[in-house]
């Protein structure tokens, strides 16, 4: 059933009554200005304030200083390193040049041939005779792992830097080796 327009209207009149009530105004009207009215008191201005101007800063506080020895225990660590690599990367240069040879005898051999295997075992004790190396490195790096989690800390002088560099000198060696024996793997092929 569909409502007739003037019944329509009249319902319109009969809320729009209701709404202009002066009852109704006079209580909706102080409500809506009260929103705009300045409340009494000291506000804080709006200006910009003298810190505003000036450039940003880190506020960090100073870098400790760097160690210039690390502590006995630590240094014992390191030197234990670098010997038990030293000792690795000797054994590994003494047995290079048999490698080297057996790797020249089977070039061109078929796999599972005589020399290719004879091959094959050089470079596996060539391996063996790295791993004293890549185990120091590991050590060192666990060392330096946790020196640097010490510096970040602040709790003392910084001595991940001094660890760094007998850690670079073993990271070298080991790539060295690795690199011989990559060469020797593709003379094979």
């Known amino acids: 059933m569909k409502c007739p327009a003037p019944l329509l209207a009249a319902r319109a009149r009969r809320r729009y009554r209701r709404c202009m009530n002066p009852n109704v105004i006079s209580f909706i009207v102080p409500l809506l200005l009260s929103g705009c009215a300045m409340q009494e008191g000291d506000f804080p201005s709006l200006a910009k304030r ?3 101007d000036q450039p940003l800063t880190s506020a960090q506080p100073p ?3 760097n160690a210039t020895n690390l502590p006995d225990d630590v240094q014992s660590l390191v030197a ?3 010997s038990k690599s030293a000792a690795a990367d000797e054994r590994f240069r003494r ?3 048999v490698a080297r040879s057996r790797v020249t005898a089977a070039r061109g051999a078929a796999p599972s041939s005589e020399s290719w295997v004879a091959a094959q075992i050089g470079l ?3 391996e063996i ?3 004293d190396s890549v185990g120091a490195l590991a050590d060192l790096d666990a060392l ?3 020196a640097q989690q010490a510096d970040s800390d602040g709790t003392g002088p910084r001595t991940a830097p001094l660890i760094k560099g007998s850690r670079q000198i073993l990271e070298q060696q080991v790539q060295n080796q690795q690199d ?3 060469q020797l793997r593709a003379a094979l092929r």
């Open 50 to 52: 003298p810190m505003e």
């Open 63 to 65: 870098a400790p200083e």
């Open 80 to 82: 234990a390193a670098l």
């Open 95 to 97: 047995n290079l040049p």
């Open 124 to 126: 596996s004790a060539l």
């Open 129 to 131: 005779d790295r791993a």
């Open 144 to 146: 330096y792992i946790r």
């Open 180 to 182: 011989i024996i990559n």
